[in-house]
């Protein structure tokens, strides 16, 4: 691929690792070749010639067979970068935009499908929201999703409101705040009785 005498090295560990604590491209790199527990590799498509159009307008094919596309050969996408090739593009699932490999799992939807993210292992999606955080700020006992799923569900099977002083505490404020509130609720209502009165 027009390479000189370059060796790029990879280092894999030899045994799988927990891969929680990594994002984009040492994700990518460590759940594709086998080396974490729990994870599978987030590149399910691999992207052919003529993937995401609108971008790599100097792109490069090269002939390639493989199981993905059965036996029938296909043209893989390349694009050059000064005087490097790379094929690390991951394409979202509408076909349209190719991210590199620090795009894909990394806590942030790039595609608009979220397609770089839905297949990783790494993170936690909050329930209502487009919002991603890391697994291990999951049940944590501090709220990192806006709408507070990473720790109210069923899976943290933790009372956020452990004794019964808290309990009883929070039931007597919230009581007190409601029957307070229904009185100034009445006091207002007289009052603009009252006023339509005049």
Not at 130 to 156: A, G, H, M, R, V
Not at 159 to 177: M, T, V
């Amino acid at each position: 691929f027009g390479l000189s005498n370059a060796k790029i090295v990879i280092v894999m560990p030899v045994v799988q690792i927990s891969c929680d604590n990594l994002h984009g491209e040492n994700y990518v790199y460590a759940s594709c070749s086998n080396g974490c527990k729990n994870s599978e590799c987030p590149l399910k498509k691999i992207p052919t010639y003529d993937s995401c159009p609108s971008q790599f307008p100097q792109r490069i094919g090269t002939y390639a067979k493989g199981n993905n596309h059965g036996d029938k050969p296909y043209l893989t996408l390349l694009t050059r970068k000064d005087k490097w090739y790379s094929n690390e593009h991951f394409p979202c699932n509408d076909n349209r935009k190719c991210l590199p490999f620090s795009k894909v799992c990394d806590l942030v939807s790039d595609c608009d499908d979220h397609s770089d993210e839905v297949r990783c292992t790494n993170h936690f999606r909050c329930a209502s929201l487009d919002q991603f955080i890391p697994k291990t700020q999951k049940c944590d006992s501090y709220f990192n999703c806006l709408d507070l799923s990473d720790e109210c569900n069923e899976e943290c099977s933790k009372e956020l409101l452990d004794s019964f002083s808290q309990k009883f505490i929070a039931w007597s404020f919230g009581s007190i705040a409601i029957i307070c509130n229904v009185f100034a609720l009445i006091k207002n209502s007289y009052s603009i009785a009252y006023l339509k009165g005049i």
